[in-house]
């Protein structure tokens, strides 16, 4: 299942990616934190359920982030996929489910909401997109996968950030396939893909 907030296009390429099934993966449900956005749209014209969270309608983050485990435990998901999903996920979520997020910048230089502001800001000539495993910080949890992308002179915040997308889509589309066909490890930091292979 996937998790939205914004246009969904890394979303659409998981929808898309889906209509192999030798993809290995299937869209369950589609979750947003609010309203009115792409995301939830490109879901429906899949016709693939969705649903709406708001932390603005519950009392507490944690009341938020126990609705919205229930809400996803609804669709029994193997995995849940944080596709430009801009809140951070709470203990209830975490602990019931793997968690992978797509993030535009090569961890962990850039971590948090302005990832590609903040990358142009500081000058650097490299930066890229990363797919890790989330844990109870922000953009913190072990790297699964990463790409490079080259600033360009003249980029922008939007032009740096359309030619990361490129990128991260095809990245998350290739990880979550390869996690739903092969399984994965995690050993400390370290994030295998694959199962494990047996020592004799
Ligand atoms: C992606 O760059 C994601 O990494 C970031 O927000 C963007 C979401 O794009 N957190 P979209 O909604 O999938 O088009």
Redesign the pocket.
């Known amino acids: 299942m996937v998790l939205?907030s914004?246009?969904?296009?890394?979303?659409q390429a998981l929808l898309d990616a889906s209509a192999d099934e030798a993809f290995g993966a299937r869209v369950v449900a589609v979750g947003a934190d609010r309203d009115g956005i792409e995301?939830l749209s490109r879901a429906e014209r899949s016709g693939v359920p969705t649903f709406v969270q708001k932390v603005g309608d519950h009392a507490t983050r944690d009341q938020w982030d126990e609705a919205l485990a229930a809400r996803i435990a609804d669709f029994k998901p193997d995995l849940v996929v944080s596709?430009?999903f801009m809140k951070i996920l709470g203990s209830r979520v975490l602990g019931s489910f793997p968690v992978v997020n797509?993030?535009?910048a090569l961890l962990p230089a850039f971590q948090g909401a302005h990832a590609v502001r903040e990358a142009l800001a500081y000058g650097v000539r490299l930066t890229g997109c990363t797919v890790h495993l989330v844990d109870a910080g922000v953009d913190t949890g072990p790297v699964i996968a990463q790409e490079a992308v080259a600033v360009q002179d003249g980029d922008d915040e939007d032009s740096l950030?359309e030619r990361?997308?490129t990128v991260?889509r095809r990245l998350l589309v290739e990880i979550v396939g390869r996690m739903a066909r092969d399984g994965w490890t995690v050993s400390g930091r370290t994030v295998r893909l694959g199962r494990p292979t047996r020592r004799s």
């Open positions: 939205v914004g246009s969904g296009t890394n979303l995301g596709a430009g797509t993030h535009p950030h990361i997308k991260e």
